[in-house]
């Protein structure tokens, strides 16, 4: 018979984004801002430094510095992952035993769901209410009456764009005391309800953070996670030694010490956010009645916009249509999903989705 692979892995498939030869890639949520010249080169003298016979630094120390200098909280509490995917798949494997609940989201980021079955746990799902927003008693109710060992869910959220303000988000900790709360800010640069200034004050949080979204370095995969001692110390236990390799580090930390490159970029993204937001807001109104009438989620918190079209073929048919005119996005269940772009790939965007109007549908 031969090697059997064994079933957890049988019916796996690989991840495969919608690469190709689309013009404009609104479709993975990176930043449209390029790192400036002057930046890039620090980066190329810092990297031409490193020495390549050595492993990296195993604790990231530097790099964990500069993004507590950033976010003004202790280096102390700070766990540096290959990017956050690796820590949620640490968290979700090191944290919890087979076989275990945790609570999921939904709609909510999919690689939750990778990971949680990757570790074999039961999954119990929180259903978001009809306006993608999260009841957080309910959800609590829900955590406590499944004796869920963990809640992970993305704050802001990706798919939908919608946020849980700080205060609930709190109380939701705080109403878990025996629950591990992974609390994912990946997208919480582009609004100011982080509870990172406070995580040391929980000893059941993690909040996961990104440098892929809104720090432009999706390519150098670097993510951190905070969390009080007890669980950063577990953190770094369960971690492989030298996760996060040298180039990494040295650009991680050239970038993350230039507030000013940062902010700036935030600023441009902000725009964009709102430019894409109004021109659809607007859009949604004039259709409204007609066979392309849509739901734009309101008030985004993150680097994206959400579409919900009412019948499935609508959705499917517009993002077909988008990706003829060459314009990706992405096209997920109830939700189309558009990540901000440079003002001329906004534009690019919205004369595609305009356009369909005019192609016919009936
Ligand atoms: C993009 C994203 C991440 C980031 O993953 P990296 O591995 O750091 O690139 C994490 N969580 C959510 C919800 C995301 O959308």
């Known amino acids: 018979m031969g090697y059997q692979l064994s ?63 950033y976010y003004g909280i202790q280096p102390g509490c700070l766990t540096a992952g290959s990017g956050s995917d690796e820590l949620i798949s640490l968290i979700l494997n090191g944290f919890f035993s087979r076989g275990e609940k945790i609570a999921l989201a939904e709609p909510d980021f999919s690689m939750y769901e990778f990971y949680a079955r990757g570790a074999e746990l039961e999954m119990v799902r929180y259903q978001k209410r009809a306006d993608y927003r999260i009841d957080p008693v309910e959800l609590a109710a829900l955590v406590r009456q499944e004796n869920c060992r963990g809640l992970i869910f993305s704050n802001p959220c990706n798919p939908t764009s919608q946020g849980l303000r700080k205060m609930a988000v709190r109380n939701l900790v705080r109403s878990l005391p025996e629950t591990l709360i992974i609390l994912d800010e990946a997208y919480m640069d582009f609004w100011n309800q982080t509870l990172l200034t406070e995580v040391e004050d929980y000893d059941n949080l993690i909040i996961l953070r990104t440098c892929s979204k809104a720090i432009s370095s999706a390519a150098l995969r670097l993510g951190f996670a905070a969390a009080a001692k007890k669980l950063t110390k577990a953190l770094g236990a369960l971690k492989s030694p030298y996760n996060v390799n040298s180039l990494t580090q040295e650009a991680g930390t050239v970038i993350l010490k230039r507030q000013d490159v940062l902010r700036e970029a935030l600023t441009d993204i902000l725009a964009g956010r709102g430019f894409l937001a109004g021109a ?83």
């Open 7 to 69: 079933e957890k892995v049988r019916g796996l498939k690989p991840y495969t984004p919608v690469a190709g030869r689309c013009a404009v890639r609104l479709d993975a949520n990176e930043s449209f801002v390029a790192l400036p010249p002057d930046l890039r080169r620090k980066i190329y003298q810092a990297a031409k430094k490193a020495d390549f016979r050595r492993y990296p630094d195993h604790k990231a120390a530097k790099c964990c510095k500069a993004f507590a200098a």
């Open 280 to 362: 659809l807001a607007k859009l949604e109104q004039d259709w409204a009645g007609s066979p392309w009438a849509f739901h734009l989620l309101p008030e985004s918190r993150t680097n994206f916009v959400a579409i919900c079209f009412p019948a499935k073929e609508t959705q499917d048919r517009m993002f077909q249509y988008l990706k003829s005119k060459s314009v990706l996005v992405r096209n997920l269940p109830g939700i189309l999903r558009v990540t901000v772009g440079a003002p001329e790939e906004n534009q690019l965007f919205l004369e595609a989705f305009k356009s369909a109007q005019a192609s016919g549908l009936s």
